[in-house]
Each structure stands twice: as structure tokens, then as C-alpha cells.
């Protein structure tokens, strides 16, 4: 765990519990990884595996056990007595022997049974789940420059749904993502999808046909992090404005506690001090409002993902269902009207097909009047 319940001799570098189970006191990132690598020795944070003999000498040292009771207990687990069909026979993986006794092995015959009486299989949201983790469980890059140093932090963050979507509102995390201490506040940014960067704005009911070529996320560039007093403005591009100074001045005038400001793009994980399982603040498109909750502070390990390719590096993504046509019933909807005479409910959402087919006739003209929106529905990003 990231947090410790013992005192320790540096306050500032050590997180401890604020409120137990709940969030640590605040501490650095940097000082916190520089404390864990002075701590510990080498060996236990590098990528090398160690030397077998070396291990098990180290190993019986600890458990304070003799050399023929380590040999015992190297005989007991070792994978040869695990196995339960003949050594010169190629195991099917799939099939769980009739005759098991291996508890493990009772269990997967449990959920093997569960799993065949569903009428439900997988879908395509948990094969690409798993496929996530084929592809990046102790995965190794082509080159070493690609290689995550020794001793790097990584950081498990979560990042919730808005404020405006009440049903999954502080319950559930929109997406967890795993970065490492040398990642800056602008690359978590980016690596955050909110449907509302992808709305596009304005009225399309006499020309839909023409579609687009921006989001909300190209015109509305700017955002913030609120981290421990201090809000990180997003200030790469000509465009960007400091949307935190209202609310700076708004507590400078009711006498709050002083804010201070920074650069998400110059700011990294490393130099930044937070609490451990405390909410955060993520704000972009001016009121879309993310809480961020960093769970996890550790240094990597060698069955980590070492390709730094990799990173910011998604490990889940919560499913949230479409909202379909409400003529069809079948097609996603990507059309929202007001004040139409021909939709079965106002506002209303059409799917392509049933919104060209009710409102324009076979030359393409507007029947009626309405007004029409682009929509992007938040289910289609699952």
C-alpha cells in the first residue's frame, strides 16, 4: 500500500492515514519514491530476476527455517506436484479433471459450470477488456529506450463521470489509468475521454449534410487540475484561458484561504503533493466537472507493463449503455430535436435513418420546422 499505519521519521516523504481506509495526509510523490529507494535494496526493486540459490538462501534467512525444511517445502510446491495428468500427456488447460482434488482446481470446475449455464456469453466490451491485459501483463519493449527505469512510481488514478450524470454519480470510475511519476498533469488530460470534448456545437436542421470538422474540445480548450490549494491551468495553446481565475477571485473576496497557480504542461506526478484516496478536481468545456482520486502510489515491478509506449496506460473503463432510437429502437442516436412535429417525444432522438427519412423529403429539403443538434452518445465510446 501506498499509505503506512507506522510512524516514520519523515513526515513529509511517509503517507499516513488521515482517516483510516479512507485517505492518507498529504505528502510528496518525488520525496515518497526517493524514501522507498533509500529504504529498500536494490535487488527488491529491479528488473533482474534473482539467482535461484540466492533467493532461497535469502528466503529461509527470513522465514528463519533450516536448509531441509526449505527443501520440503520446495518439493511441496513445486510445480510438478500440481500437475494432474501424466508428464509425457500435453495438458488441455480447458478441461478440469473429473477426479480433482486440488482446491484451485474445484473452483475453476465451479465457475466453468456457472459460466455454461448463462445464456449470456462474453460480449465485445469484457474481449476487449481481457484483451487489454494480454497486451500489456509483464510486457517488455523492443528497446531499451522504451524501458521504464528501475525505481520509477507509478500511480493508479481514477477518474469519475461528471457531475451532471446523477445515475453513476461518485459510484462508479468512468476509467482507471496507470501513470508513472515522469508524466506530466497535460498528458493525464489528454488521456482522459469526456464526451463532452466531443460534442459539436451548433443548429444543423437546414444543412445536415454538412458535417463538422470540430468538437467542443477544439474550441473550448482550457482546463484545470486541483491539487492541495493549487489549480493547474492548461496553457499549451494560444486559445487556452485561465478558467480558474473566477474562482480565485471569488474566494479572495470572502475571505477564503489563498489559491495559488501552476502549469498543467510543466508540472509533473513526481512534483506534485496529494493525499492518497482523497477527491480532486478536473475541470474542462468551463462546468464539466471530473473528481480524481489517486488509490495507489508504488514503485514499479518487473511484472509491470515496462514499455513506456504504453503509458498513460488504461486498465478499465467503465460500460455504460446507448441510448437508442426512439423510432427504431435498434440504431444509436445521433440526432437530438426540439419543437418537432414529427418526433413521438420533445426533446427527441433519431438514429441517421430515421431522422433523414421523417424530416426531408427525397431531395433532401426540410419538411416542417424543427431544430436539429448533432449528438454523440456517451455509450458509444464504451
Given at each position: 500500500m501506498a499509505a503506512s499505519r507506522t510512524t516514520m521519521e519523515n513526515e513529509d516523504n511517509i503517507p499516513e492515514y488521515e482517516y483510516v481506509d479512507v485517505n492518507t495526509n498529504v505528502f510528496h510523490i518525488g520525496s515518497f519514491q526517493s524514501e522507498w529507494l533509500k529504504r529498500l535494496s536494490p535487488q527488491e526493486w529491479s528488473y533482474q530476476q534473482q539467482d535461484e540459490t540466492e533467493f532461497d538462501a535469502n528466503f529461509a534467512k527470513d522465514?528463519?527455517?533450516?536448509?531441509?525444511?526449505?527443501?520440503?517445502?520446495?518439493?511441496?510446491?513445486?510445480?510438478?506436484s500440481l500437475c494432474c495428468h501424466p508428464e509425457e500427456e500435453k495438458p488441455d488447460m480447458e478441461t478440469v479433471p473429473e477426479d480433482s482434488i486440488l482446491r484451485t482446481l474445484?473452483?475453476?470446475?465451479?465457475?466453468?459450470?456457472?459460466?455454461?449455464?448463462?445464456?449470456?456469453?462474453?460480449?465485445?466490451?469484457?474481449?476487449?477488456?481481457?484483451e487489454l491485459d494480454r497486451l500489456t501483463v509483464v510486457r517488455k519493449p523492443d528497446t531499451v529506450t522504451d524501458m521504464l527505469p528501475e525505481g520509477e512510481i507509478i500511480l493508479t488514478i481514477n477518474i469519475y463521470y461528471p457531475a451532471v450524470f446523477d445515475k453513476f454519480n461518485y459510484v462508479r470510475p468512468h476509467m482507471t489509468l496507470l501513470m508513472t511519476g515522469s508524466h506530466t498533469l497535460a498528458?493525464?488530460?489528454?488521456?482522459i475521454c469526456c464526451v463532452s470534448d466531443l460534442q459539436v456545437c451548433g443548429e444543423f436542421s437546414n444543412t445536415p449534410d454538412v458535417a463538422p470538422d470540430f468538437t467542443s474540445k477544439d474550441l473550448y480548450k482550457s482546463a484545470f487540475f486541483f491539487f492541495e490549494g493549487i489549480f493547474y491551468n492548461d496553457m499549451r495553446f494560444p486559445e487556452c484561458q485561465d478558467i480558474s481565475m473566477t474562482i480565485i477571485e471569488w474566494a479572495k473576496s470572502h475571505n477564503f484561504p489563498p489559491y495559488s497557480q501552476a502549469g498543467m504542461e510543466d508540472t509533473r506526478f513526481s512534483d506534485l503533493k496529494v493525499k492518497v484516496g482523497f477527491p480532486y478536481l478536473y475541470c474542462h468545456q468551463g462546468d464539466c466537472e471530473h473528481l480524481v482520486i489517486i488509490?495507489?502510489?508504488?514503485?514499479?515491478?518487473?511484472?509491470?507493463?515496462?514499455?513506456k509506449k504504453f503509458y498513460p496506460l488504461l486498465i478499465h473503463k467503465h460500460r455504460i449503455a446507448t441510448q437508442k432510437c426512439a423510432v427504431c429502437h435498434i440504431f444509436i442516436g445521433r440526432w437530438f430535436t426540439k419543437n418537432d412535429q414529427f418526433a413521438p417525444s420533445d426533446?427527441?432522438?433519431f438514429c441517421e435513418k430515421c431522422f433523414r427519412m421523417l424530416h426531408y423529403d427525397s431531395e433532401g429539403k426540410k419538411l416542417g420546422n424543427f431544430v436539429a443538434y448533432p449528438y454523440v452518445d456517451r455509450g458509444a465510446f464504451n
Open positions: 522465514m528463519q527455517i533450516n536448509a531441509q525444511t526449505m527443501d520440503a517445502l520446495k518439493s511441496v510446491c513445486s510445480y510438478d474445484l473452483q475453476r470446475k465451479k465457475r466453468q459450470d456457472y459460466k455454461a449455464s448463462l445464456k449470456i456469453h462474453k460480449n465485445r466490451h469484457d474481449l476487449y477488456a481481457e498528458e493525464l488530460r489528454d488521456a488509490t495507489d502510489v508504488r514503485l514499479t515491478h518487473r511484472d509491470d507493463c515496462l514499455d426533446p427527441c432522438l
